[in-house]
């Protein structure tokens, strides 16, 4: 069974820092992965689709890179914002044939101060 | 266009009423999931839709029923829910299989 983890789980820095978030996951057999954001209550924003056959990909401040055989992503966020604070979480997609699967990490809660 | 749209916003239901959520996308994706996402926890699929056919089922209660009428629009029918059901229910859909997924904003579902 596919595990997808977050790290850290909740992060604070203040506004111009420069930022890392990472997602690791256990099976490598995934298809694409993508970036979303969340806010509050609200739905999910996607924010970058990497797939399996890009190593980056890159929109606006951020960057994001995939790294299959070592099963870890990262998102960079540059020059960081007050309204970049939300909860940004990776989702593996895993194509099974008929289907595809999102299968989303844990999450992590960005805040950034003024 | 990369909306998806979902109705009602909120619902209040009690254990014994029947209630459908809607979602609704007009971007020609073929593809179509509902997934239930209980506070500070990820999304978890419930199902997936392709080409109008159900294509996975993750063991999910009978009580919820998907419906894909057409391939623009997808219902999920609720009946004898539990207080546990209580959650953000997300719709989302994509062109093809594992491309790019767009989520619509959630359905708050609170059974009372």
């Known amino acids: 069974k596919q595990e997808v983890t977050q790290i850290p789980a909740a992060l604070s820095v203040p506004e111009g820092e420069n930022l890392v978030l990472n997602c690791s996951f256990t099976d490598s057999a995934i298809y694409n992965l993508q970036w979303f954001r969340q806010d509050p209550g609200k739905g999910l924003t996607s924010l970058l689709l990497i797939q399996s056959s890009q190593r980056e990909q890159t929109s606006g401040r951020l960057n994001a890179s995939l790294d299959k055989s070592s099963g870890r992503s990262t998102l960079y966020i540059a020059a960081s914002q007050p309204g970049d604070s939300a909860t940004y979480l990776c989702a593996v997609i895993r194509y099974t044939g008929t289907a595809s699967k999102l299968t989303f990490g844990t999450g992590t809660r960005l805040q950034v101060t003024l | 266009d990369t909306e998806v749209t979902q109705t009602p916003k909120h619902l209040v239901m009690g254990m014994t009423n029947k209630k459908s959520l809607k979602c609704e996308q007009h971007m020609g994706h073929r593809a179509m999931y509902w997934y239930k996402q209980k506070a500070k926890k990820p999304p978890e699929l419930m199902f997936v839709y392709s080409y109008e056919k159900l294509s996975i089922n993750e063991s999910v209660p009978s009580r919820f029923s998907p419906e894909c009428p057409n391939s623009s629009l997808l219902n999920l029918h609720l009946h004898a829910l539990q207080p546990e059901d209580s959650a953000l229910y997300l719709c989302?859909?994509?062109?093809?299989?594992?491309?790019?997924?767009?989520f619509g904003q959630g359905t708050r579902l609170t059974v009372v």
């Open positions: 989302a859909s994509s062109q093809f299989l594992a491309t790019e997924a767009f």
